[in-house]
């Protein structure tokens, strides 16, 4: 249902979209973004004013889904500004062992959320060593290792580029709603079907009608460890920086 507050999408309506941009609630602010984007270069330019505007606060999803626009846009202007103001996107990549999270932004953007999620596992593999990504699977051990400011890098990656949907405190949030029965979270994630687990990848849903939580996928679909690991590492009971 589109927000009766939101005003049809012409040139004409440009200072009453960037208006309720600025101060309206996220589900107006979502419908407004893709109005915007259809104006053209006047719409760009009120969503490149956004995130300038942006820029002190912490990172949200609305952030995320304005930044796609530009990002995906042919326009010339588009291209330099997020060259000159966003060369590596809106969410800090930041890395306590150095690791690159520029690919996976990137897919992320694209809204390639298989490819994303391959990356998402590459980059866990990483952060273990040499050993785990040669063998492209993690023991709970690792995970447990990991380092919270890698993790929320990742998370944050995948929670701003996914309208709030995708994350692992997404998946976090969830587990501990239905007290952590591991049945129920795999049903509610869309992982598992009854007593038929969810076949990679072609079963999985890779997009955004996906069920929240649905994504990124554990290496380990069928064991709990690692996931439990992941879960309740303490990246999730530090304040996520973003």
Not at 22 to 35: M, P, W
Not at 148 to 153: A, E, G, I, K, P
Request: some cysteine; glycine content about 6%; charged content about 20%.
């Amino acid at each position: 249902m589109t927000d009766p507050m939101i005003v049809s999408g012409n040139a004409n309506d440009i200072d009453s979209l960037r208006l309720q941009l600025i101060s309206g609630s996220e589900k107006a602010q979502q419908q407004i973004i893709s109005q915007l984007a259809d104006l053209d270069n006047e719409g760009l330019d009120v969503l490149m004013e956004f995130l300038l505007q942006r820029r002190d606060y912490p990172v949200t999803w609305v952030d995320g889904k304005a930044y796609q626009v530009l990002y995906s846009s042919d326009a010339p202007k588009a291209k330099e500004f997020m060259q000159t103001n966003f060369p590596e996107g809106i969410v800090p990549l930041k890395s306590e062992c150095g690791i690159n999270y520029n690919p996976l932004q990137q897919l992320l953007a694209l809204q390639d959320f298989q490819a994303a999620d391959r990356e998402t596992l590459q980059k866990m593999c990483e952060l273990a060593g040499p050993t785990a990504v040669q063998r492209k699977w993690l023991y709970f051990t690792e995970v447990e290792n990991a380092p919270v400011v890698d993790l929320q890098t990742i998370n944050n990656l995948w929670l701003v580029h996914s309208e709030g949907k995708f994350s692992f405190s997404v998946q976090r949030e969830i587990w501990l709603s239905l007290g952590k029965n591991w049945d129920n979270f795999w049903s509610k994630i869309g992982w598992k079907s009854g007593n038929n687990w969810t076949r990679y990848p072609h079963e999985f849903t890779w997009n955004l009608s996906a069920p929240k939580g649905h994504l990124p996928l554990s290496n380990q679909l069928r064991g709990v460890r690692v996931m439990s690991s992941l879960l309740s590492h303490p990246a999730w009971s530090t304040n996520l920086e973003k």
